[in-house]
């Protein structure tokens, strides 16, 4: 079992990662909300791949805290985060007459966390929610450091809010009932930590049997990640490291029309990126074949069929983009990131 502290500006919250303690979820919360007004109403939100698989057991073991459990199953999807499905959440609250000392449970992947953990931000100004995520990806990444929200036909995840969780409860086994695809998906955004800060990491991705390392490997990202959240929670700086890759992924994520999953995307754009910032000189030639050879050990693409001039129109309505700039995040080497700032245009003629 291990605990990793996330330091915020709106407290500090655990996330607890072991085998098998879903089971435990009542006396996790227990301890997680002590001090705190107890919840009656507890919300079970979560997508309809997922309900099947672990909905029953995430009820039974909120039984022993003594409160009301309500459950919300959304279509499953990418094309579900989206300010439609978060009404749908909102109206099930408010119906349900959940009120400000109530809890929401986002049971899921990175869509469900995304979109319960907007709902709640948003739901009577804001309610506690607790994660616990079921996809590798959710649990690296996006169910720690409260970033919540829907996606807006312009682009990716261009409305939300900052929401930290009171609890991250992480149960590795969660992962076992995965298709490899979707673990593999995962992986590359496991390779990303690698690359903006972790070498040993990176090298245990790149050689390593991922199921004897799994929890190794969950471990690591989250530590990284609560570092960053603490040092800069509100993404006005180092955070955006994070976004390694992400700034072509959301743009062949959109051109595919979500056919090319976030996992795969990512791993497509830190290749497309490390390309870039060799051929202008601002990395070594190592980067790009290093990740690409680590990804291709899972099966995950390394390039894309769409041409710069496809990708463009998405590039530029990044949410990263501020005023006439873009943050690219460039690898100076594996294990060390950096950011750098340009004009969109100079972007512009780069890609040409
Ligand atoms: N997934 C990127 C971040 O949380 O900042």
């Not at 579900?80 to 992947?109: M, Q």
């Not at 869509?111 to 929610?129: E, H, K, Q």
């Amino acid at each position: 079992m291990a605990t990793i502290e996330v330091k915020t500006k709106s407290g500090t919250y655990q996330v607890r990662i072991g085998r098998g303690l879903l089971a435990h979820l009542s006396a996790e919360l227990e301890t997680a909300l002590a001090g705190q007004k107890r919840p009656s109403t507890i919300a079970v939100v979560t997508e309809s791949n997922v309900a099947p698989l672990h909905l029953t057991a995430t009820v039974e073991a909120l039984a022993p805290f003594g409160a009301k459990v309500i459950q919300h199953v959304f279509p499953a999807g990418e094309t579900s985060k989206k300010l439609d499905t978060v009404a749908g959440i909102l109206d099930f609250l408010a119906e349900n007459r959940v009120t400000r000392s109530d809890l929401v449970v986002a049971l899921g992947g990175g869509v469900t966390g995304d979109i319960a953990g907007f709902a709640a931000a948003i739901y009577l100004r804001g309610i506690r929610v607790v994660q616990i995520p079921t996809t590798l990806l959710a649990a690296i990444d996006s169910s720690v450091g409260g970033k919540t929200g829907v996606d807006l036909p312009a682009g990716k995840n261009l409305c939300g809010a900052f929401w930290q969780p009171s609890l991250v409860l992480c149960d590795p086994d969660l992962l076992k009932t995965l298709p490899q695809e979707i673990l593999h998906d995962g992986v590359a955004e496991a390779i990303k930590y690698g690359v903006i800060g972790d070498r040993p990491l990176f090298d245990l991705l790149a050689t390593q049997n991922l199921d004897e390392h799994l929890e190794t490997v969950i471990e690591r990202c989250v530590a990284s990640k609560a570092d960053i959240v603490a040092r800069d929670e509100f993404d006005r700086g180092e955070r955006a490291l994070l976004n390694f890759g992400h700034t072509f992924a959301h743009a062949i994520e959109k051109c595919s029309g979500f056919a090319v999953s976030h996992g795969r995307a990512v791993g497509i754009g830190m290749v497309m990126m490390s390309r870039l910032a060799f051929q202008q000189g601002w990395t070594h030639e190592e980067c790009a074949p290093a990740i690409a050879t680590a990804l291709q050990r899972y099966a995950l693409p390394i390039a894309t069929e769409f041409t710069p001039a496809q990708l463009l129109p998405y590039l530029l309505g990044d949410k990263k983009r501020s005023g006439k700039e873009l943050t690219l995040v460039i690898p100076e080497s594996i294990g060390r990131c950096v950011l750098h700032p340009i004009d969109v245009e100079e972007f512009q003629r780069l890609g040409k």
